[in-house]
């Protein structure tokens, strides 16, 4: 574990040596999400390939690349485009950018993803704030020795997802009239979609959507005590009995047209939480 802390202080100095800022907050940008990017005041951008130890983002429409800047008035850090375990990393890697995130002084972290709906009262372009989680990955990002530099060796996930957060969320979400729901979001590896028989039985165990991301960064982040925000994008609904095959293209349409619900609410809650 000292080889990890020794990597995530490295990647840091490296980030640092070309912003020289502590950032409120850390964003990390799903699939069809990058162009909240936009928003940023940038002073540095930096691409994956450059950070010691950074993984690469291979993922379709994920640019790879970190944007260092002002958004709502405060200095943040924006990850275009996320790492996956599908992509066949480990969930170490997938999550060392959060740990960079936190050692460079980031108290809070939002994420975002697309993600399939399972909820029959909900639709596509719909934004969901996630309240809690599941996770079916099948791994888990804190397996192995624990560096207590990094965490506890068994952080509480009671709440993961900031109550205070959550509610200036649905505030914001109020106040701009965005469609804005909150329910549970499950991980799944991918990068298959599901079978019918499985989004019933994600949908009984208690899921409201259902992706491929998300879980891993947020358990890092609460063992880094990092406060976190959750946002989906319904791309597509997933119901059994009028289940229709899904397209990527189709996904990453329905992502980019609900986008501006999601900088006008993450640009926001930056500014007010």
Same mark, same amino acid.
């Given at each position: 574990?000292s080889a990890l802390y ?27 999400l990058g162009k909240l990017?936009?928003?940023?005041? *940038? ?19 994920? &640019?790879?690349?970190? =944007? ?6 405060? &200095? ?25 995130? &936190? ?65 200036? +969320?649905? &505030? ?10 909150? +329910? ?5 590896? +991918? ?5 019918? *028989? ?10 409201? =959507? ?64």
């Amino acid at each position: 574990m000292s080889a990890l802390y020794d990597q995530i202080q490295e990647a840091a100095a490296f980030v640092r040596a070309r912003w020289a800022h502590a950032p409120a907050a850390g964003i990390i940008l799903g699939t069809g999400l990058g162009k909240l990017a936009e928003d940023v005041a *940038a002073d540095a951008v930096i691409p994956y390939a450059d950070i010691p130890h950074f993984p690469r983002s291979t993922a379709p429409s994920h &640019k790879g690349q970190l =944007v260092c800047g002002t958004l709502g008035g405060k &200095k943040v850090l924006v990850m275009e485009g996320r790492m996956h375990f599908y992509e066949g990393y480990t969930l170490q890697q997938v999550t060392f950018p959060v740990r960079v995130m &936190k050692a460079l002084g980031a108290e809070v972290l939002i994420v975002s993803n697309a993600c399939g709906g399972m909820n029959p009262q909900w639709g596509r372009g719909d934004i969901m704030l996630i309240e809690d989680h599941i996770n079916l990955l099948g791994d888990n990002p804190l397996i192995g020795p624990n560096d207590d530099r990094l965490g506890d060796r068994f952080p509480d996930m009671c709440f993961p997802y900031d109550r205070a957060l959550l509610a200036l +969320g649905r &505030k914001i979400a109020l106040e701009e009239r965005i469609v804005c729901h909150q +329910g549970v979001f499950v991980a799944v590896s +991918g990068p298959n979609l599901e079978t019918r *028989a499985e989004y019933r039985f994600l949908r009984a165990i208690g899921a409201d =959507v259902v992706g491929m991301s998300t879980v891993p960064e947020v358990i890092v982040a609460v063992h880094g005590k990092m406060r976190v925000l959750g946002i989906s994008v319904i791309t597509d609904q997933c119901l059994p009995d009028a289940l229709e095959p899904v397209h990527l293209p189709d996904i990453i349409k329905t992502a980019n047209e609900a986008e501006s619900k999601l900088r006008a609410l993450v640009s926001r809650v930056v500014a007010e939480f």
